[in-house]
């Protein structure tokens, strides 16, 4: 999905929530759902060694385009079963990592849907042990990885 995209929806989630949640929170929440995404700007920076924002949109449109062709784009990092067990737990000290949490989540599910929409459900990795095997299924050879 894209940034639009993602944006548009958490706005929607937002305003769902203003019933329930003080602004506090909501920010928590929205914070979560837009900044997991950072982890496509450090894949990026690993892969091309650039820094530029618009390089990146235009590399994932790329790899968007051909991911049907491509067994496994590779990890990222913050969309990772790992990653929200991690915020979960820091969630049992710190109450504000749970509207965290609950950004992330929604964000991931929409991209869950979007990914089984595109047939590439199955293109990234889920958590971190499932990437070290693909990688050493897919090798040095695959560019992606």
Known sequence: MT?????????????TLIPFWDAGQIAWFAAGS?????????????????FDIKGMFRYFDELEA?????????ICLFHTVDFFVLVGLLSLGHPVFLYLLAGLLFHFV???????????LFGRAYCIIEHV???RRYGAAYPFC
Not at 66 to 74: D, M, N
Request: with cysteine.
């Open 66 to 74: 051909i991911q049907q062709t491509i067994p496994y784009v590779g």
């Open 34 to 50: 837009i900044l997991i995404d950072v982890d496509h700007y450090i894949l990026y920076l690993q892969r091309r060694r650039r």
């Open 3 to 15: 940034l639009k995209e993602h944006c548009a929806l958490t706005g929607v989630a937002a305003v």
């Open 110 to 120: 929409a991209d869950l849907i979007h990914l089984y929409r595109c047939r590439y």
């Open 133 to 135: 095997v693909r990688k």
